[in-house]
C-alpha cells in the first residue's frame, strides 16, 4: 500500500470547535430570519390582544366563531378591515352596547341584533377590540384604554 496515506482521523478537539462554529452560525442563521420576519406589532399591541383573546373566548367567539369568520348570514365576520377602519370611533359603543339594525360586512347585509356586553370593563373592550383588529383585521395598531373611554362617553 505504498503511496496511499492513510490520515489520521482529526484531534477530538477540531471536531468539537468545528461542531461548535455550525451550531452558532445556524443559530445566528436562525435569528437573523425570525428577526426579518416579525411584524411591525408593538410590545403594547401585543400584550393587549393576548389579553384580548381572552376576552373573545368568553364573550365573542360562540356567535363570531374562533377565527372570527362569522356565522352565515347570522353573525357578521370580524375580517373586514374596511369595515374597522371606518367605523373604529363606534366600535367600542358596539361592543359594549350591542348593535340593533342592518349594516353591510364584506358586502354582505346583516340585520340580526347583537346583545352588548355591560359586564365588560372599558380596558376589557380596548383589549378585545385590538385583538379582534389585529387578529382577523390584519391591523397592527392598539386601542388604547384612553381611545375606548372616549368613544363610550360619546356613544349614542
Known amino acids: 500500500m505504498r503511496g496511499l496515506s492513510v490520515r489520521s482521523p482529526q484531534p477530538k478537539a477540531y471536531r468539537l470547535k468545528h461542531k461548535a462554529f455550525s451550531v452558532i452560525a445556524l443559530f445566528i442563521t436562525a435569528i ?14 401585543a400584550q393587549y390582544a393576548v389579553n384580548g ?4 373566548k368568553n364573550h365573542c367567539q360562540n356567535c363570531h366563531g374562533a377565527k372570527g369568520e362569522g356565522l352565515g348570514k347570522l353573525y357578521p365576520p370580524l375580517t373586514d378591515q374596511d369595515f374597522f377602519i371606518k367605523n373604529r370611533e363606534k366600535l367600542s359603543c358596539i361592543v359594549r352596547h350591542g348593535l340593533h339594525g342592518e349594516i353591510e360586512v364584506l358586502g354582505q347585509k346583516y340585520d340580526q341584533p347583537m346583545p352588548g356586553n ?9 383589549y378585545v377590540l385590538t385583538y379582534i383588529t389585529t387578529a382577523f383585521g390584519q391591523s397592527d395598531s392598539t386601542y388604547s384604554h384612553e381611545e375606548v373611554k372616549k368613544a363610550l362617553e360619546s356613544c349614542q
Do not use: R, W
Open 32 to 45: 437573523y430570519y425570525f428577526s426579518s420576519c416579525q411584524s411591525n406589532i408593538s410590545i403594547q399591541t
Open 53 to 56: 383573546q381572552k376576552v373573545y
Open 118 to 126: 355591560t359586564l365588560l370593563t372599558d380596558m376589557d373592550i380596548a
